[in-house]
């Protein structure tokens, strides 16, 4: 079992910033795409953002132009910086990833979900 570690969530008002962060372990072996999901109340969860380990990122028509999904590869963490926030982005985020723990071990990790909630 690999455990992502999520930050960065909060209230902001409509129009305002946030970054969230996602870390796995230090000793993890490879990481390959990760992504950022987002599940609103009475809502399926959605995938938001994606970004491949050499960097190539996706993303929901809704966020374009508002996030960006970014990753730091030697500190095995990435991030989703959202702006112009509305309050229809309101919703619990998730962080998962692809890992390999070890060479021949994979894994699809989640975190642990962080509230983020637009509001004035």
């Known amino acids: 079992q690999v455990q992502l570690v999520e930050s960065g969530g909060g209230l902001v008002q409509p129009g305002g910033s946030l970054t969230l962060s996602c870390a796995a372990p230090?000793?993890?072996?490879?990481?390959?795409?990760m992504r950022w999901f987002r599940q609103a109340p009475g809502r399926q969860r959605e995938l938001v953002a994606t970004?491949?380990?050499?960097?190539?990122?996706t993303y929901i028509e809704d966020v374009k132009g508002r996030f960006t999904i970014s990753r730091d590869n030697a500190k095995n963490t990435f991030y989703l910086q959202m702006s112009s926030l509305k309050p229809e982005d309101t919703a619990v985020y998730y962080c998962?990833?692809?890992?390999?723990?070890?060479?021949?071990?994979?894994?699809?990790?989640w975190g642990q979900g962080t509230q983020v909630t637009v509001s004035s």
């Open positions: 970004i491949t380990q050499t960097g190539k990122t």
């Open positions: 230090e000793d993890i072996f490879s990481i390959n795409d």
């Open positions: 998962n990833a692809d890992v390999w723990p070890i060479p021949d071990m994979f894994r699809n990790a």
